[in-house]
């Protein structure tokens, strides 16, 4: 198993996870389903190394995004000190893998290094049980709640309640 910055030869995989993704979401989720992402987002995040993948046996098992501001979602302008986790995507060939432990090990890691004090997460809908699955991996669930300005974001966050998980590390 290794974790990688994805490259532009990735970008047809990660649009095909997830497309998988989203089919997963509206079969266990109708409520609440990713939209399809433009490609400049996710090749801009490529090429600012923020776009992730975990890679077993030659293949894409798993992959993310991370950004260092996400102001709009969190309402914490100036916030420089954490690491946001977006749109985990795991390929259904390697599902029960628990790779949303693995991420957060590796996120750790990365804030260690980048003197972060904060790894945090969210996601649209109010799913108990991934909820749950979220705090078994470490995340302190923060609540819930509807964005004030949803304007510029994905067409998920639009009107949706957004569960909000954070991870206090533990600074000298």
């Known amino acids: 198993m290794k974790i990688?910055?994805?490259?532009?030869?990735?970008?047809?995989?990660?649009?095909?996870?997830?497309?998988?993704?989203t089919d997963f979401q509206k079969e266990k989720f109708p409520e609440n389903q990713w939209p399809e992402f433009d490609e400049k987002l996710i090749s801009n995040e490529v090429m600012e190394d923020r776009q992730f993948k975990l890679?077993?046996?030659?293949?894409?098992?798993?992959?993310?995004?991370i950004t260092y501001s996400d102001p709009q979602i969190w309402e914490d302008e100036g916030e420089e000190s954490s690491i946001y986790i977006?749109?985990?995507?795991?390929?259904?060939?390697?599902?029960?893998?628990?790779?949303?432990?693995?991420?957060?090990?590796?996120?750790?890691?990365l804030a260690d290094t980048q003197h972060k004090r904060f790894i945090k997460m969210d996601t649209c809908g109010d799913n108990e049980k991934l909820?749950?699955?979220?705090?078994?991996?470490?995340f302190d669930f923060l609540g819930i709640k509807k964005l004030n300005d949803s304007s510029g974001l994905p067409s998920?966050?639009?009107?949706?309640?957004?569960?909000?998980?954070?991870?206090?590390?533990?600074?000298?």
């Not at 909820?131 to 470490?138: F, V």
């Not at 998920?156 to 000298?172: N, Q, S, T």
């Open 4 to 21: 990688t910055n994805s490259t532009q030869r990735d970008i047809p995989e990660i649009f095909r996870l997830y497309k998988l993704a």
């Open 55 to 65: 890679v077993i046996e030659n293949k894409i098992a798993c992959i993310w995004a």
């Open 86 to 109: 977006h749109r985990i995507a795991t390929n259904p060939n390697f599902r029960g893998n628990n790779f949303v432990k693995i991420i957060v090990d590796w996120a750790k890691e």
């Open 131 to 138: 909820i749950n699955h979220y705090k078994k991996c470490g």
């Open 156 to 172: 998920h966050y639009h009107g949706a309640d957004v569960c909000f998980f954070e991870i206090k590390l533990k600074r000298p």
